[in-house]
Nanobody
Framework: QVQVMESGGGSVQTGGSLRLSCVVP????????VRWLRQAEGKTREGIAT????????IYDSSVRGRFNLSQDNAQNTVYLQMNRLKPEDSGMYYC???????????????WGQGTQVTVSS
């Protein structure tokens, strides 16, 4: 039932940076999780990063590890995805979702947002 809101996308050149925001009230505490996913044109949606344990723990997919960084601001009910050294293959629609963290899995409880578009040109 909870609605998330993604923002911060845009168009950049290869090597550039963007910071995406996900406003998700009530899901920044221990036992909750926020997960970022993306869907490139012509491809399926894939999970790329998850933050949980009150923001103390993070998991990154190998495709973004070392370039992307998760953080959260509890006062603002916001999770941030800092994306650095962007590549054309990072282009796509980026979504966030939130839910319960249990058994090593982030199970979605929120609705899907409309996403935010990221375009990286070569």
């Amino acid at each position: 039932q909870v609605q998330v809101m993604e923002s911060g996308g845009g168009s950049v050149q290869t090597g550039g940076s963007l910071r995406l925001s996900c406003v998700v009230p009530g899901y920044t505490g221990v036992g909750k999780c926020v997960r970022w996913l993306r869907q490139a044109e012509g491809k399926t949606r894939e999970g790329i990063a998850t933050i949980f344990n009150g923001g103390e723990s993070r998991i990154y997919d190998s495709s973004v590890r070392g370039r992307f960084n998760l953080s959260q601001d509890n006062a603002q009910n916001t999770v941030y995805l800092q994306m650095n050294r962007l590549k054309p293959e990072d282009s796509g629609m980026y979504y966030c979702m939130a839910g319960r963290w249990y058994g090593g899995v982030c199970t979605r409880e929120t609705n899907w947002g409309q996403g935010t578009q990221v375009t990286v040109s070569s």
